[in-house]
């Protein structure tokens, strides 16, 4: 069963069915932009948007991302991409990513009991915000499982406990195929193996309830309080087999005092977390990130 999708995103999509991307990462040296740049004008591309950051210094690396329309190619599919590779990757020693927006990601949820980091995608994928297709919901537990089916997403229940946690996983990966782009922790309060890790490089996103890397573990907003802090925040993330250490996406914060009780700096922190997890997911799906050994440019 598909996602099912509102008429007003079924507009934005007839309007992207023509965007493609391409990333880029390759050592810094003059003429890259030009050279990218000319080869698309040269084979029919109209590059609407173009971001680039570069490190200082000598030996630095390059990273760039467009966005380019594609109506009027001279060249499709493979054909372009081996061009590409031929007389531009190969001379820049890039590494490089070309991806169309039209083949959207597909996407599972992970959720264990707690509805708010869930609902906002659910929400947002609903609305079209996130152009992705959400292929199902995986929960331990059964309590979410009328909220998901109410938008009409298929749930499924895989309990996970100590003695079954080798099962479990393999029942997740039978459900999943291995065919799915992108695997979202919406706090599932489970830790996944490191070979189930492998499976899906850069491609699983988490939540965590705390501005990382402070406070990481059990009950953080407890050690905030008793740290008389005066921020809390939220930190998604990609997900390595190192616990809550992978590549931060984005994250962000708020400003707390002494009058805050422990229960209003959970619901902030919610708040927080809801966003800054269905932000991650966004800058995914359109290709905005870039994994640099453990960090992340993100084109925004």
Not at 36 to 49: C, I, K, M, S, Y
Not at 139 to 148: G, I, P, Q
Not at 194 to 209: K, L, T
Request: net charge negative; charged share 25%.
């Amino acid at each position: 069963m598909e996602f099912w999708l509102e008429p007003l995103f079924c507009d934005r999509l007839a309007a992207m069915n023509s965007l493609a991307r391409l990333l880029i990462r390759c050592p810094d040296q003059p003429g890259i932009i030009a050279a990218v740049t000319n080869f698309l004008h040269q084979h029919g591309a109209n590059v609407t948007d173009l971001d680039q950051h570069a490190e200082e210094g000598q030996n630095s690396t390059f990273w760039m991302r467009l966005e380019l329309q594609t109506p009027k190619l001279d060249l499709q599919g493979s054909a372009l991409k081996q061009a590409f590779q031929g007389e531009i990757a190969d001379r820049f020693a890039m590494d490089w990513k070309l991806s169309y927006a039209a083949d959207r990601p597909r996407t599972v949820i992970f959720v264990s009991r707690y509805d708010h980091a869930l609902l906002e995608l659910l929400w947002r994928l609903k609305r079209g915000d996130i152009a992705a297709d959400l292929a199902m919901v995986i929960s331990n537990h059964t309590d979410l499982a009328n909220a998901v089916e109410d938008f009409g997403v298929p749930f499924h229940h895989v309990p996970v406990t100590k003695q079954n946690k080798a099962e479990a996983e393999a029942q997740i990966l039978d459900l999943i195929s291995g065919q799915d782009d992108l695997l979202v922790l919406a706090r599932y309060m489970q830790i996944l193996s490191g070979d189930f890790v492998a499976r899906y490089p850069n491609r699983i996103i988490n939540i965590h309830h705390s501005f990382l890397p402070a406070f990481a573990g059990a009950d953080p907003y407890a050690q905030a309080m008793e740290r008389g802090v005066k921020i809390i925040g939220a930190t998604a993330h990609y997900v390595t087999e190192e616990l809550d250490a992978g590549p931060i996406i984005e994250q962000s914060v708020s400003h707390v005092s002494h009058r805050h009780s422990l229960r209003e700096l959970k619901q902030l922190g919610r708040d927080i977390e809801r966003r800054v997890l269905a932000q991650a997911v966004q800058w995914h799906v359109e290709d905005r990130i870039l994994v640099d050994g453990n960090k992340t440019i993100v084109f925004s």
